[in-house]
């Protein structure tokens, strides 16, 4: 059997209404959140508000909190913006998170599957962490970074 195509998806200055459409455009069936917190200051963001958004268009959404950034790794990286320290502790923290990441493959067996993050660029973000484990297990194919358009700083 061939590995399911996994995707990514992230909102940072992306208008909800262009955050949705470039998931349906895709045909994405469910969203897996990977922030450790599915919290966000960006109106629409968080978990229940994105989750009844989500439904609007047919998507269903999932959390998977233990796939998230763990809170000393995230303080780190936003203090000193160094990703390949990010890399580092987050690669430790996945490598404990087996069941978690053959959760995922099961899911993106069944249906099309879009990781969603903050950050815009896939190379960014942890997500990119997440899909290069999944690839080294051989539990899924290609990834396909799924990027809406950005809001204008106007």
Same mark, same amino acid.
């Given at each position: 059997?061939?590995?399911?195509?996994?995707?990514?998806?992230?909102?940072?200055? *992306?208008?909800?209404? +262009?955050?949705?459409?470039?998931?349906?455009? @895709? !045909?994405?069936? $469910?969203?897996?959140? %990977?922030?450790?917190?599915?919290?966000?200051?960006?109106?629409?963001?968080?978990?229940?508000?994105?989750?009844?958004?989500?439904?609007?268009?047919?998507?269903?959404?999932?959390?998977?909190?233990?796939?998230?950034?763990?809170?000393?790794?995230?303080? *780190?990286?936003?203090? +000193?913006?160094?990703?390949?320290?990010?890399? @580092? !502790?987050?690669? $430790?923290?996945?490598? %404990?998170?087996?069941?978690?990441?053959?959760?995922?493959?099961?899911?993106?067996?069944?249906?099309?599957?879009?990781?969603?993050?903050?950050?815009?660029?896939?190379?960014?973000?942890?997500?990119?962490?997440?899909?290069?484990?999944?690839?080294?297990? *051989?539990?899924?194919? +290609?990834?396909?970074?799924?990027?809406?358009?950005?809001?204008?700083?106007?």
């Amino acid at each position: 059997m061939t590995p399911p195509t996994i995707y990514t998806i992230g909102y940072e200055d *992306a208008h909800l209404h +262009d955050f949705l459409h470039t998931l349906t455009e @895709a !045909g994405v069936q $469910l969203v897996v959140d %990977t922030r450790e917190r599915a919290q966000s200051r960006r109106q629409g963001y968080s978990k229940t508000a994105l989750g009844e958004a989500l439904k609007e268009q047919g998507i269903d959404y999932k959390h998977l909190r233990s796939l998230g950034t763990p809170p000393a790794i995230r303080k *780190a990286y936003k203090l +000193d913006h160094d990703f390949n320290a990010l890399k @580092a !502790g987050y690669t $430790l923290h996945l490598a %404990t998170q087996g069941d978690a990441l053959h959760e995922l493959a099961d899911l993106a067996i069944r249906q099309r599957v879009a990781l969603l993050c903050y950050e815009h660029e896939p190379g960014e973000c942890h997500r990119s962490l997440i899909t290069g484990r999944l690839g080294e297990m *051989a539990l899924v194919g +290609d990834v396909v970074n799924l990027k809406p358009p950005r809001r204008s700083k106007t």
